[in-house]
């Protein structure tokens, strides 16, 4: 359907200019366009006639109605000379001496459509619109109302034209002054928002700054108390050990009993603490990766040695797989071992009857290597299997619950996680659960751990019982290390402070030395700098053993002056090896030594 032709003005003089403009404010009015809507095409349509006339000489402006579109349309045509370059004109990048091309931008802007056609010699045709109000009637019937309109309405006088222009420019000036008011209103309340916003902001970056120096104190605080902490509890765990082996005497039954569930209780918290403490220090990026190459057999039966007699029932086997067919893995073997030992020690707590089993496998990509720990236990819900790995949550029946920190988990896979790996769960209430973790079996960022130092032979001669200086300021320490050198063959000497056991290092001349890190006076690291300088002891192999938890720093000092570092807790497990080691080169030295 073709648009409806309503009107048509010639424009030959100045007054029709000012006519076109008239008829189209009027036109716009009597469809029901807005006030805005109205003056925005009365001046698109008063700015194109004016062109037609001022470069043309004239020209004609049709009112068309385009019932398809709903769109009121006006078109202004010439017979002049054309427009050159109207691409830049209409993109507002050229304007002449008389200022042509801003009337054809502006309007392009004011319009909802906008269309050009022009010829040199030929002339130019201009079509505008404007999208009329949703529900405007154009029926046959109310266009021929709207024509009837048009005609009976005669165009007032140019004057009176022009003075209803200058009355609907001052209503637009008064509006534009409104709304620049309202303008200023609103750029106050942005500033004050702003002011808010910045202020907010600066709290918000104190606040930040004030976390993270309760943060630094938090983890200030654990580093402090791992020794306060691990250092009594490790004695502990030794005394009751030494009174459950009867050494010094025989116990009653009773009292076997008492000590068994003193001894009992100081694991657990040891353990608890443990995981608080590692936690912190994962958190805190602390945590070093010290890459060895190892396999899985001797890991798991170590792991075999140390659970095998804690399974306190009948009821429950402990069934570590045969995994002597796995390939070697370059990773860190410790956190490995702390993950499996997170894992076992669960299966065992909710295992009432049935079997841990524990495995290890290459996993489907080969690179990779799966290990696993199953169960026959209470098994977990699958609502709660999603929390498993959070900090601080345990999920079971309540008396499966209170059982640790609920950290043990959360441990394991950031330590999993550390290692380039992942974590893995299965449970069915009832049936059971499996927990599993799959790590690389080369760790990409390879950080070799500290060597055991290179032994001398055993300078006492003729007796073949090394002798071994042990300084640590911990009576309790003392005695539980004494003891555990005594079993391993090792003659000890035992004092209590850094400069008399500087003193005896020139006098005994011992084979080797074992030193307690935190002590009165002259710690560790001073009593171990004072033995390097000496000609005596510069090469005498020297095992530090402490509850203290070592930085990347401290083991770096340690290393680079020939000691290797022992956590007091693992006296009994890695650290035995290590101190076993140490003291049979010195009984069996290599020959030629």
Known sequence: MKPVTLLSVKVQFEQDVVTARGRAKRLAHLLNLSPQVQTKFATAVSELARNALMYAGGGTVEFLLDVPDHRLHARVHDRGPGIPQVGAILEGNYVSSTGMGVGLAGTRRLMDSFAIKTHPGEGTEVLIGVLLPPGTSLAAHKLGSLTDALIRDVPSGPLEEVRA??????????ELSTREEQLQVLNQELEDTNR????????????????????????MFLSYMSHEFRTPLNSILGLTRILLEQEDGQLSREQEKQVSLTQKAARELLEMVNDLLDTAKVEAGRTQVHVSTFTVSPLLATMRGLFQPLVSSSHVQLIFEDTSALPELRSDESKVGQILRNYIANALRCTAQGEVRVGARLAPESASIEFYVSDTGIGIAAEDLGRLFQDFTQVGPPMRQGQGTGLGLALARRLAELLGGRVDVSSSVGQGSCFSFTIPLIYQDTEIGLPVPSPVLARRGGEGI?????????????????????????DVEEVDNG????????????????????????????????????EETQTLPVV????????????????????????????????????????ESLTNPEPGR
């Open 499 to 534: 400069a008399v056991g500087l003193e005896l290092a020139q006098t005994l001349a011992p084979n080797a030395a074992v030193l307690d890190l935190s002590m009165p006076g002259l710690s560790g690291v001073d009593v171990l700098r004072a033995l390097r300088v000496q």
């Open 544 to 583: 530090v053993v402490s509850a203290q938890a070592p930085d990347a720093d401290l083991l770096g000092i340690l290393n680079d002056l020939g000691a290797t570092f022992v956590p007091k807790q693992s006296l009994y497990y890695e650290g035995r090896e290590v101190l076993k080691q140490v003291i």
């Open 165 to 174: 222009q200058n009355q609907e420019l001052l209503r637009t000036m008064a």
């Open 466 to 490: 090394p002798l071994v200086l042990l300084i640590d300021d911990t009576e309790s320490d003392r005695r539980l290390v004494g003891n555990l050198l005594r079993e391993l063959g090792a």
């Open 196 to 219: 808010g916003v910045v202020a907010l902001y600066s709290d918000l970056e104190s606040k930040a700054e004030q976390l993270r120096e309760a943060n630094h104190v938090k983890s």
